[in-house]
């Protein structure tokens, strides 16, 4: 089993920052992209950003030069930390990884609980 945990979500001022935390624990073999979505209210899943393990990073347009994605391969944990909030950034938070678990052939997407992100006006 394996399992995403995520953390740092809160209410936060426009302008302001906040910094998401996730952590894939279990019986993990390896993991490839690691990343984080958001989903506001009456829209779809939409990715923030994600990361290779070997490093590559990818951002929407929206939140390039406010946010920035990172991780500790060692620690199968990835971070999203996210400046100059605006109101349009208020959405859950997802992480997401994709993981190949011991014992298998192949790589299965996880996801993370989700938190909650608000930034006020």
């Known amino acids: 089993q394996v399992q995403l945990v995520e953390s740092g979500g809160g209410l936060v001022q426009a302008g302001g920052s906040l910094r998401l935390s996730c952590a894939a624990s279990?019986?993990?073999?390896?993991?490839?992209?690691m990343g984080w979505y958001r989903q506001a209210p009456g829209l779809q899943r939409e990715l923030v950003a994600s990361t290779t393990s070997g490093g590559s990073t990818n951002y929407r347009d929206s939140v390039k030069g406010r946010f920035t994605i990172s991780r500790d391969n060692a620690k199968n944990t990835v971070w999203l930390q996210m400046n100059s909030l605006k109101p349009e950034d208020t959405a859950v938070y997802y992480c997401n990884a994709r993981i190949r678990e011991r014992g298998s052939n192949w790589y299965t997407d996880y996801w993370g609980q989700g938190t909650q992100v608000t930034v006020s006006s």
């Open positions: 279990g019986s993990i073999f390896s993991v490839n992209a």
